[in-house]
C-alpha cells in the first residue's frame, strides 16, 4: 500500500463525528477514560517535568487518564496504549470507504481494545512487515521501538549518519535526532545516551507524542523552536550549524550568535557552502563574524545592500508563486522524474536568458534572484536554478543548486549554476539556463535528467555539493 504522505493535524475522534467513524467508541476501556481532568491525576503534580505537555494532549483529547484517575508516568507503556496515542495525534482525511468500513466493523466486536487502532496503524503503515499479524499489543515497547513507529509515521527515511549518542543508537533514533525529535539522556559522565533496548515510560511517550504532534502541525516551525532552544547549549553538529545558517537567511536575520565546539574554518566552510546551494534563501551580500580565542561563542553579522521588507516580499511573492504553480499543474498520480520534468520545463518556456545584460556586463541584480523567473520572465544562470529549487521544494523534491563550469567546445570555463534533484537514492541533473536557447522559445531536454556518468562530461564541480546531507535540511 501506498505511504500516507500527507497528514492532516486533527483528532480521528471528531474528524468523522457525522458518521460512525469514531475513535472514541472506546471511551470506557482500561486506560482509557475520557472526561478525567489532569488536576484529578493523583500521581501527576504541576512541579513534573512533563506536566504542561500532557496537559496539552489531554485538553486535545489524544491522551487520557486512567479509570481510577491515575497516569502512571513512569510505567513503561504497552505497544497498544502508544499506537492509539500516535494514531490519535498524527490523524488523516486519507481513507478510502472501506477502510473506514473495515475499522467501523473491528469497533464494534473487538477481540482486544487496541484492534482498530491497529488495523489503522497498519493501513498508515506504522508497522514493519508483517508486524500488524504478530504484535503483542501488551508487550512493553523499548525507546528503539518507539523511534521506528514515529519514523514510520512520517514517512521519512532514517538515513541519517550523524550520532551525538555514546551508546549504540538506532538508526531510527538518529533520524529522529536529525528531525529534532529526540533529544537523548545525558548521563553523570556529561555523555549523551539514547538507551535503545530500555522501556519507553509513559511520560516519555507523552513527550515524544507532543513534539511529533507539533512537527506535524508545522515541521519548520517546529524545527526551527528546537533549534533555537539547543543554540545556547552548543550546535555541535554540522547539519545543527546548516540548519541555523539557513533559518537566519530565510526570516532574514541581520544578526545571529550561537555556541559551537566546532572551529570557525568548519563553521564558515558549512556557510559557504550552504550559501552556494540555495541562491533562492541566501540573499545577503555578504556576512561578518567574531569570536574570542578560547571561546565557544560565536557572532555573525549578515549584510544586505537591498531593502531587507522590499526582499522579503519580493521572495514571498516568489514563494506563493511556486506555490500556484505547482498546486495547478502537478498531481499525486505523477511520479518525482515527471514533476521535475515539468519544473524543467516550465522555466525553459517562460523565461528568457539577460543576454543584453550579459554582453554589457551590466545584469540586473534581480536576474540572479528567483523573481527573475516568477515576475519578470528574465534571468540568468543563478536565477533560474533558484527558482528550479523553489519549485522543487513545493512539490516535496530535495533539490539544490550546483556552481562550478559548464565545459565548453572550445574549453572556455564560465562560472554556471544549475542543479542536482535526489529521487528515490539516485541523482539527477538539470540545466534549464542551457536547455532555453536564447531569444526562441522552444524547448528541449539536452541537459534535463541527466544522471551522474553523463552529467560529469559537460561539467566541472566540487564534489562535495553531492554529499548526500546536503538534500536533508530545515526546510525540506
Same mark, same amino acid.
Given at each position: 500500500?501506498?505511504?500516507?504522505?500527507?497528514?492532516?493535524?486533527?483528532?480521528?475522534?471528531?474528524?468523522?463525528?457525522?458518521?460512525?467513524?469514531?475513535?472514541?467508541?472506546?471511551?470506557?476501556?482500561?486506560?482509557?477514560?475520557?472526561?478525567? *481532568?489532569?488536576?484529578?491525576?493523583?500521581?501527576? =503534580?504541576?512541579?513534573?517535568?512533563?506536566?504542561?505537555?500532557?496537559?496539552?494532549?489531554?485538553?486535545?483529547?489524544?491522551?487520557?487518564?486512567?479509570? *481510577?484517575?491515575?497516569?502512571?508516568?513512569?510505567?513503561?507503556?504497552?505497544?497498544?496504549?502508544?499506537?492509539? =496515542?500516535?494514531?490519535?495525534?498524527?490523524?488523516?482525511?486519507?481513507?478510502?470507504?472501506?477502510?473506514?468500513?473495515?475499522?467501523?466493523?473491528?469497533?464494534?466486536?473487538?477481540?482486544?481494545?487496541?484492534?482498530?487502532?491497529?488495523?489503522? #496503524?497498519?493501513?498508515?503503515?506504522?508497522?514493519?512487515?508483517?508486524?500488524?499479524?504478530?504484535?503483542?499489543?501488551?508487550?512493553?515497547?523499548?525507546? #528503539?521501538?518507539?523511534?521506528?513507529?514515529?519514523?514510520?509515521?512520517?514517512?521519512?527515511?532514517? *538515513?541519517?549518519?550523524?550520532?551525538? %549518542?555514546?551508546?549504540?543508537?538506532?538508526?531510527?533514533?538518529?533520524?529522529?535526532?536529525?528531525?529534532?525529535?529526540?533529544?537523548?539522556?545525558?548521563?553523570?559522565?556529561?555523555? +549523551?545516551?539514547?538507551?535503545?533496548?530500555?522501556?519507553?515510560?509513559?511520560?516519555?511517550? /507523552?513527550?515524544?507524542?507532543?513534539?511529533?504532534?507539533?512537527?506535524? =502541525?508545522?515541521?519548520?516551525?517546529?524545527?526551527?523552536?528546537?533549534?533555537?532552544?539547543?543554540?545556547? @547549549?552548543?550546535? @555541535?553538529?554540522?547539519?545543527?550549524?546548516?540548519?541555523?545558517?539557513?533559518?537566519?537567511?530565510?526570516?532574514?536575520? $541581520?544578526?545571529?550568535?550561537?555556541?559551537?565546539?566546532?572551529?570557525?574554518?568548519?563553521? /564558515?566552510?558549512?556557510?559557504?557552502?550552504?550559501?552556494?546551494?540555495?541562491?533562492?534563501?541566501?540573499?545577503?551580500?555578504?556576512?561578518?563574524?567574531?569570536?574570542?580565542?578560547?571561546? =565557544?561563542?560565536?557572532?555573525?553579522?549578515?549584510?544586505?545592500?537591498?531593502?531587507?521588507?522590499?526582499?522579503?516580499?519580493?521572495?514571498?511573492?516568489?514563494?506563493?508563486?511556486?506555490?500556484?504553480?505547482?498546486?495547478?499543474?502537478?498531481?499525486?498520480?505523477?511520479?518525482?522524474?515527471?514533476? +521535475?520534468?515539468?519544473?524543467?520545463?516550465?522555466?525553459?518556456?517562460?523565461?528568457?536568458?539577460?543576454?543584453?545584460?550579459?554582453?554589457?556586463?551590466?545584469?540586473?541584480?534581480?536576474?540572479?534572484?528567483?523573481?527573475?523567473?516568477?515576475? @519578470?520572465?528574465?534571468?540568468?544562470?543563478?536565477?533560474?536554478?533558484?527558482?528550479? @529549487?523553489?519549485?522543487?521544494?513545493?512539490?516535496?523534491?530535495?533539490?539544490?543548486?550546483?556552481?562550478?563550469?559548464?565545459?565548453?567546445?572550445?574549453?572556455?570555463?564560465?562560472?554556471?549554476?544549475?542543479?542536482?534533484?535526489?529521487?528515490?537514492?539516485?541523482?539527477? %541533473?538539470?540545466?534549464?539556463?542551457?536547455?532555453?536557447?536564447?531569444?526562441?522559445?522552444?524547448?528541449?531536454?539536452?541537459?534535463?535528467?541527466? $544522471?551522474?556518468?553523463?552529467?560529469?562530461?559537460?561539467?566541472?564541480?566540487?564534489?562535495? +555539493?553531492?554529499?548526500?546531507?546536503?538534500?536533508?535540511?530545515?526546510?525540506?
Amino acid at each position: 500500500m501506498k505511504r500516507i504522505q500527507k497528514f492532516t493535524v486533527i483528532f480521528l475522534c471528531i474528524l468523522f463525528v457525522s458518521s460512525s467513524f469514531c475513535l472514541d467508541a472506546f471511551a470506557d476501556n482500561r486506560d482509557l477514560h475520557e472526561n478525567v *481532568d489532569i488536576s484529578e491525576l493523583s500521581d501527576v =503534580t504541576e512541579a513534573d517535568w512533563f506536566y504542561d505537555t500532557l496537559k496539552n494532549l489531554m485538553e486535545l483529547n489524544i491522551i487520557h487518564g486512567r479509570d *481510577d484517575k491515575t497516569f502512571l508516568p513512569r510505567a513503561p507503556i504497552s505497544r497498544c496504549e502508544f499506537i492509539k =496515542t500516535l494514531v490519535c495525534a498524527i490523524g488523516t482525511d486519507d481513507l478510502s470507504d472501506e477502510d473506514i468500513e473495515i475499522y467501523d466493523r473491528l469497533s464494534k466486536n473487538p477481540a482486544h481494545w487496541s484492534e482498530p487502532y491497529f488495523y489503522l #496503524a497498519n493501513i498508515m503503515l506504522i508497522f514493519d512487515e508483517d508486524e500488524y499479524e504478530t504484535a503483542d499489543p501488551e508487550e512493553y515497547i523499548t525507546r #528503539a521501538d518507539m523511534a521506528r513507529y514515529i519514523v514510520n509515521a512520517l514517512g521519512i527515511t532514517n *538515513d541519517s549518519q550523524y550520532s551525538p %549518542f555514546c551508546d549504540d543508537a538506532d538508526a531510527n533514533t538518529l533520524r529522529l535526532y536529525r528531525e529534532y525529535l529526540i533529544l537523548g539522556r545525558r548521563g553523570d559522565d556529561g555523555k +549523551l545516551y539514547s538507551d535503545p533496548s530500555a522501556n519507553c515510560s509513559r511520560a516519555e511517550a /507523552c513527550e515524544i507524542i507532543s513534539r511529533t504532534f507539533d512537527y506535524l =502541525t508545522n515541521p519548520y516551525k517546529y524545527k526551527r523552536n528546537q533549534l533555537l532552544k539547543r543554540k545556547n @547549549n552548543g550546535l @555541535n553538529a554540522e547539519f545543527e550549524i546548516s540548519d541555523f545558517f539557513l533559518v537566519t537567511a530565510f526570516e532574514f536575520e $541581520d544578526m545571529a550568535d550561537f555556541e559551537s565546539a566546532l572551529p570557525i574554518d568548519k563553521i /564558515c566552510e558549512i556557510y559557504i557552502m550552504n550559501a552556494k546551494i540555495y541562491p533562492d534563501i541566501f540573499l545577503y551580500d555578504s556576512i561578518s563574524y567574531r569570536f574570542t580565542d578560547g571561546t =565557544t561563542h560565536y557572532f555573525f553579522k549578515f549584510q544586505y545592500t537591498e531593502d531587507i521588507n522590499e526582499l522579503r516580499q519580493k521572495r514571498d511573492a516568489s514563494i506563493a508563486a511556486a506555490k500556484l504553480i505547482i498546486k495547478e499543474n502537478i498531481s499525486d498520480d505523477m511520479t518525482e522524474l515527471e514533476k +521535475l520534468i515539468f519544473i524543467h520545463d516550465y522555466i525553459v518556456l517562460c523565461t528568457e536568458y539577460d543576454i543584453d545584460g550579459y554582453l554589457a556586463a551590466d545584469i540586473e541584480k534581480s536576474c540572479f534572484r528567483p523573481w527573475g523567473v516568477f515576475e @519578470n520572465g528574465l534571468a540568468v544562470c543563478q536565477g533560474y536554478s533558484a527558482a528550479f @529549487n523553489m519549485l522543487c521544494r513545493e512539490a516535496g523534491i530535495k533539490a539544490h543548486t550546483l556552481v562550478g563550469y559548464k565545459i565548453s567546445f572550445d574549453s572556455e570555463q564560465v562560472l554556471h549554476a544549475w542543479n542536482v534533484a535526489l529521487v528515490d537514492g539516485d541523482m539527477y %541533473f538539470y540545466d534549464t539556463t542551457h536547455d532555453d536557447p536564447v531569444r526562441q522559445n522552444t524547448l528541449r531536454h539536452t541537459y534535463c535528467q541527466m $544522471d551522474k556518468e553523463t552529467h560529469d562530461l559537460y561539467y566541472q564541480y566540487e564534489q562535495d +555539493l553531492l554529499d548526500l546531507s546536503l538534500f536533508d535540511n530545515i526546510l525540506n
